[in-house]
């Protein structure tokens, strides 16, 4: 929930004022590149605009296209009033330190016009209802300065012909991420130092030039100089790799290694070509060459394997971040992430760490929404489900599974298939009681009737507590014989009074069930 108010700004988009003031704020355009997925500027070069304060002065073909796209921007807001029968006025407004600048908006602040100039690409995109991610940041950051509603995400050239669009409402995941992105990029611009996002490997000095003449033997040389020169330079070369700027280092030594090499085996071959009888300087080059090779080839093992480790320590430290932020909750909730897919095709530490840290974000704030999510559904079943807390013991489940109107339904829907089930039990219960009463009355007219046609010449009958299949028949008014050999009974010429009992409550209750599914 926003805690703070919208704050309008009375100046024109354009103007140097309203330049000044998105200095002082970080502003919607910015957010893609914050998120580091901005087509037009990295998140390294943003903090460096932010902490020096110098923007780039734009091309005068970057100042023409602004210009056409403010003038496309105007042309179409009319069309874009028609579609959606509203008038729309341009706004600079802030909330916290987020400053978002409308292309449009309605007075009653529930819809925003964003416009962005004609592309085939992004059209299509758009006609597709979908607004790319490159873009969803500056919509999620002008919704929540604004607490509009949505957004309609224009496309055009200004005409009717060529135009599309679509509406973008806030994404709760991504707002939370949003604001999390900006809070961790504040903590790093507090230690940055700018001029760092491209890093050169320091040049290592050339060899000294190797001079050797010989006739026989050898009659000149600076071999022992050049032998020591070059033992102390391969040795002054880093093996312990760290940072970006220690793997620029040893990638660059790597070229030196594979040069020099190639720089003794031109000596070596121009000493073969002077003498034969060279042993001792040609084992000197060799053992020089040897130790280039061996470096190069340790430095180039180093680099692949240091840079693995690295990435490997960063995705494990990663994850482990999460998996101690969900242990954290209040309740076991689950959530999705992806740290491999998110470094994929990264070369260097920064922004491996960088699109880590983003992916440590989007789950976190997953996360933060989930619990959100349960916490209003808990609240919500605890209002409307009073009297049947009982058929809810999973709250926490069910209000992680559905949320807004998902979730009124799956507790209506629950609550009322109860219902039904107490209302056929008690229907059941009624007919049980109505069953056992009739059957109880038929039995006693039976006797009744049994008394009065009593015979004298059987007196064993007298005394026999049955009834005749006859007697039966004439109380039910109807042949119980079909009906009873479907209900599964044994037919007999006379039953005990028990066993009619019993007979006569099951065609009962089988009546009654039929009399319910053909009233249905």
């Keep these: 929930m926003n805690t703070s108010a919208m704050i309008t700004h009375r100046t024109k988009q354009g103007t140097q004022e309203w330049l000044d003031l998105r200095a002082k704020f970080h502003t919607a355009s910015e957010a893609a590149a914050m998120m580091g997925c901005s087509t037009y500027m990295t998140r390294t070069q943003l903090l460096d605009q932010k902490k020096t304060g110098i923007t780039p002065e734009p091309s005068n073909y970057e100042k023409n296209l602004f210009a056409l796209g403010h003038k496309l921007e105007d042309l179409a807001r009319p069309i874009v009033e028609g579609i959606i029968e509203d008038d729309l006025f341009q706004l600079v407004a802030s909330k916290d330190n987020l400053l978002a600048s409308f292309d449009g908006i309605t007075l009653m602040g ?7 100039m004609w592309n085939a690409k992004l059209a299509e995109s758009v006609r597709n209802g979908q607004v790319p991610e490159s873009h ?4 999620e950051q002008q919704l929540y300065v604004s607490d509009a509603e949505k957004i309609i995400f224009v496309v055009s050239d200004g005409t009717t012909e060529n135009l599309v669009y679509c509406y973008y409402e806030s994404d709760p995941v991504k707002r939370n991420q949003l604001l999390a992105g900006w809070q961790k990029f504040d903590e790093d611009l507090a230690t940055h130092v700018p001029g760092l996002e491209k890093v050169e490997g320091k040049s290592i000095d050339q060899l000294m030039s190797l001079s050797i003449k010989v006739q026989g033997t050898v009659l000149a040389s600076n071999l022992d100089l050049f032998t020591s020169n070059a033992v102390a330079t391969i040795e002054s070369i880093n093996t312990t790799l760290t940072t970006d700027q220690d793997f620029a280092d040893a990638e660059k030594a790597i070229k030196w290694c594979k040069n020099s090499e190639a720089a003794l085996t031109d000596a070596k071959a121009n000493v073969l070509s002077q003498s034969t009888d060279i042993n001792a300087v040609l084992t000197a080059l060799d053992e020089i060459a040897e130790k280039v090779r061996a470096k190069r080839l340790t430095l180039d093992k180093l680099v692949k394997n240091q840079k693995e480790q690295i990435k490997q320590t960063l995705l494990l430290e990663a994850k482990n971040e999460i998996l101690e932020y969900l242990a954290a909750q209040k309740y076991q909730v689950q959530v999705t992430y992806a740290l491999e ?14 699109d880590v840290f983003l992916e440590v974000s989007r789950t976190k704030a997953a996360i933060d929404v ?14 409307n489900a009073q009297g049947y807390e009982f058929l ?9 599974t559905y949320s807004g109107e998902y979730l009124v339904e799956a507790v209506k829907y629950r609550i009322d298939e109860f219902k039904q089930q107490q209302e056929a039990k008690a229907v059941a219960e009624k007919f049980d009681a109505k069953a056992k009463a009739e059957a109880e009355r ?7 009737q049994k008394e009065k046609a009593k015979q004298p010449e059987t007196p064993a009958a007298d005394n026999t507590d049955s009834i005749t299949a006859a007697q039966l028949d004439a109380e039910l ?3 119980h014989d079909p009906i009873a050999t479907h209900l599964g009974y044994i037919v007999k010429d006379s039953y005990t009074y028990d066993e009619a009992a019993n007979m006569i409550k099951g065609i009962i ?12």
């Design 370 to 383: 989930l619990v959100q999510q349960i916490d209003t559904g808990i609240a919500f079943i605890a209002e």
């Design 392 to 400: 809810f013991g999973d709250r926490e489940k069910l209000a992680e």
């Design 136 to 139: 969803v940041w500056q919509l």
């Design 477 to 479: 008014r109807f042949n």
């Design 442 to 448: 038929m039995i006693a007219q039976a006797k009744k």
């Design 110 to 116: 529930d819809l925003a016009f964003e416009h962005k």
């Design 509 to 520: 209750e089988h009546l009654a069930e039929l009399q319910a599914a053909f009233t249905k």
């Design 341 to 354: 897919l998110a470094i994929k095709n990264k070369k260097t530490l920064s922004s491996i760490s960088e």
